[in-house]
């Protein structure tokens, strides 16, 4: 195991010094410790030859007498003792020929080098000198530090600094665990290694991560170092590693993201100058952009795993996918957590194809966060583009796609949006300015002070943040455009019978927002698609439920007759049972609200007792909350309707006829001649709920009184009831008390003979009994 030398004083000083003069901080020659001509030794030179020149220099005798005696034993003393590198070679041969005045300073600066003793070959290290009142006398010691090379000294200046801007990675240095190849390795010592290095790789980045957190600005490098180690290549550890590192990295960005967006401003030298802190802003937003696009790219790389290309048929493994999946988890996170920060439509770019994945797993994420997000869009921005995103997917792939494609649609709150409202506004306007034109000749000082007037209305405008509400209302526009563009794309072309009943849904939900001139049109696509063989039972219930809709909206002024939607809603109500489509009693119910309750004036009173009496008869064959569902559905509608009332008499006497089930028109059925016998059978249902509506309408649905609903379930409607006492989450509403524990009763037998002779007989063999066995029977009152 290499273990890393300690980095001498020396060497971090050179390395702060770099640091300083890149930055310009101070210049390339300052600091450095100018060499003292004075304090050199004097060199042994041959005696220049006498000349003619009048003007001498000022060295020899005259100099010698100049120097202290106290120098001229000091300097002796370090020759002889070799104290400077620079005297290692150098022998006191005779008088000192130039005045030697040694410098405190120089003798503080080149303490720490090193000296080497040509004799013995160790190695010294110079410490402080002691400086007494007469004399400085000097200190070394043997260097047991290791030699330094040459190499190690000369640090590259890019090195240096990565390792100053970084330091946070250098704390915790990773060992590398090797093993003798010719020795065997036990699968425990291999499992030691793993955990070992795994501890490790957790501590390096928990630090990296948790320093981040404390201060972005100033450790922002740390997002680099944690992408290295993304692509980590040990085998035994880096896909480990990996995962560790993106779930670090998601609740960083998480934390230290903006909530706005970060537009590319050119803080140059040509543009106007910015205060320090501003560009030390500008700066730090520039680099968490660069990690953060690093990042994503890193995790869309992984979400590619899990979705296959044409013509490869390379398997992936399942550590493979497992990535793949947590890169996703992590895309989700991210565009919920900033969902206006930059590349969040990149990001709803990777995750939208992930809605139509085999995996489910997969698909729950995208879908969760998808819907989350397009409820908490405020602004409309992010779902207009992911609606856009999504438009383009199922063109190209035919709208042969997964439902939840088109389910993350059902999440749209459309409301009060008219898209003919865009075009009135903009005629009104055209005849306004016409008419204004042709009543005044405008001047230019007139049009320069109107054009100053509306930017002034505008700005007041922004101040209401009225912009806000007209921008919000143009997106909703856009976004209510491009899901009908999607729906009647499908309906016109798509033979895939579980995308046909989700766009069927979405277009009974938003019915309300569809042009008036198309509902014609889509009435009779309607009517040829409940013609079809291949179309399923939910599906058709979803035609039936858009047709009401519109009817039950704006469509009220189309002259239809629904007779045969009506036909097909009561023929096929039995068709739903306690079974796997348990759940499609919910469609039925809003469709019974829209076409009984909403248009109950347009329909006879025969057709409206035919669906009362078969809702009866299906809440039999339901779960509870399915019965409380069709039992709230026939109060409300007998509270609205007195006619209904003749199905609780029991005399058939009154009728046309007799009552026949069988029959797929309710208007022939005679239902009235019959009565609702089923809530005698549900009055005595196991739900205590069920029981009380059972009750309450064979008492005639009162308000108070005897056979009256409690006040919380009075107002409750058929969808809250189905919901709220469903059984998904294996919880019985109210829940069952537990019974009391009750002791069990002593009950004695007894037996009576007809013949008193076999009696004696019988107590005698007793008797003969009890003296032979060990234990005793009470006989008296055992034949009593």
């Known amino acids: ?25 101070i210049k390339k020659n300052d600091g450095k410790p100018k060499k003292n001509i004075k304090a050199a030794p004097p060199k042994v030179v041959k005696k220049p030859e006498p000349q003619d020149d009048s003007e001498e220099s000022d060295h020899g005798e005259d100099l010698l007498e100049m120097v202290d005696e106290e120098d001229i034993d000091f300097l002796k003393q370090a020759i002889s003792n070799r104290s400077y590198k620079l005297l290692n070679k150098v022998k006191y041969t005779g008088p000192v020929a130039k005045k030697i005045k040694v410098d405190d300073d120089d003798l503080e600066n080149n303490y720490e080098e090193i000296n080497y003793d040509d004799s013995k070959n160790i190695k010294m290290r110079s410490l402080l000198p002691i400086k007494t009142k007469n004399r400085i006398i000097p200190r070394e010691i043997v260097d047991t530090r290791g030699d330094a090379t040459d190499e190690e000294e000369e640090v590259d200046a890019e090195e240096e600094n990565d390792e100053a801007e970084a330091s946070d990675a250098e704390e915790y240095t990773l060992e590398d665990h090797e093993f003798d190849a010719e020795k065997p390795i036990s699968a425990t010592q291999l499992l030691a290694t793993r955990n070992e290095v795994l501890r490790q790789r957790k501590i390096h980045i928990g630090t990296l991560s948790s320093g981040l957190l404390e201060n972005p600005e100033e450790k922002i490098t ?31 960005f998480k934390d230290i993201l903006p909530s706005y967006e970060i537009k590319n401003i050119n803080a140059s030298s040509d543009g106007p100058k910015l205060k320090k802190d501003t560009l030390k802003l500008f700066k730090f937003e520039e680099n968490l952009l660069q990690y953060y696009k690093k990042f994503l790219q890193k995790l869309e790389k992984y979400c590619l795993l899990l979705m296959k290309k044409k013509g490869n048929s390379k398997p992936r493994s399942e550590e493979e996918l497992k990535m793949g999946e947590l890169a996703v988890h992590a895309m989700c996170d991210l565009l919920v957590a900033h969902p206006y920060f930059n590349f969040a439509p990149n990001i709803a770019q990777v995750l939208v194809p992930c809605l139509n994945n085999p995996r489910k797993s997969v698909r729950e994420t995208v879908k969760a966060a998808v819907k989350t997000i397009i409820k908490e869009d405020k602004k409309e921005e992010i779902t207009l583009k992911i609606l856009r995103i999504i438009n383009q997917y199922l063109k190209n792939h035919t709208h042969n796609t997964n439902t939840d494609t088109l389910e993350v649609l059902l999440v749209l709150n459309l409301r009060d949006v008219n898209l003919d409202r865009e075009k009135e506004v903009e005629m009104k306007q055209k005849k306004l300015m016409s008419h204004k034109s042709n009543v005044l000749q405008i001047s230019k000082k007139e049009r320069k002070r109107k054009k100053k007037l509306k930017m002034l209305e505008q700005e007041l405008l922004e101040t209401k943040a009225e912009e806000n509400v007209q921008t919000k209302q143009k997106n909703l526009t856009e976004i209510t455009k491009i899901v009908f563009n999607i729906y009647f794309r499908i309906l016109k072309n798509s033979s895939n019978s579980k995308v046909l009943g989700v766009c069927l849904e979405g277009l009974a939900k938003f019915a309300h927002c569809i042009n008036l001139e198309y509902y014609v049109d889509i009435v009779n696509v309607l009517d040829s698609l409940l013609k079809e063989d291949w179309l399923g039972y939910k599906e058709q219930l979803h035609c039936v439920q858009t047709v009401f809709a519109i009817l039950g909206g704006q469509g009220e002024a189309i002259n239809l007759d629904p007779t045969r939607f009506y036909n097909s809603l009561y023929k096929d109500m039995f068709k739903t049972t306690a079974a796997r489509n348990h759940d499609n009693i919910l469609i039925l119910l809003k469709t019974l609200d829209d076409a009984l309750i909403k248009r109950r004036k347009k329909i006879t009173n025969k057709r409206m007792i035919g669906f009362i009496k078969r809702l ?11 019965s409380l569902g069709c039992l709230s559905t026939i109060k409300n509608i007998m509270q609205l309707n007195r006619a209904v009332d003749i199905l609780l008499d029991l005399d058939n006497a009154v009728g046309e006829g007799k009552f026949q089930p069988d029959l797929d028109d309710p208007e022939y059925s005679n239902a009235a001649t019959t009565a609702m016998y089923e809530m005698t059978l549900l009055r005595k249902h196991y739900h205590p709920i069920v029981n009380k509506y059972a009750n309450n309408i064979a008492s005639g649905v009162p308000a108070t009184g005897e056979g009256s609903l409690p006040s919380e379930y009075w107002k409750s409607t058929p969808e809250q009831l189905f919901t709220e006492f469903s059984m998904s989450e294996m919880g019985f509403n109210p829940q069952v008390p537990i019974p009391n524990k009750a002791q069990p009763k002593n009950t004695v037998k007894r037996i009576i003979f007809a013949d008193n002779t076999f009696e004696t007989e019988c107590r005698q063999v007793l008797k003969a009994k009890r003296k032979n066995a060990c234990f005793w029977i009470d006989d008296s009152k055992l034949l009593k």
């Open 222 to 252: 740390n997002l680099r170092t944690l992408l290295k180690i993304m692509d980590e290549e040990t085998p035994e550890v880096y896909l480990t590693v990996r995962k560790l590192v993106i779930v670090s990295l998601v609740e960083v």
């Open 1 to 25: 195991m290499a273990v890393k030398g300690k980095v001498a004083k020396a060497k971090r000083n050179n390395q702060k010094r770099n640091k300083l003069v890149k930055q310009g901080v």
């Open 616 to 626: 009866a008869t299906l809440s039999l064959q339901l779960l509870h909350n399915g």
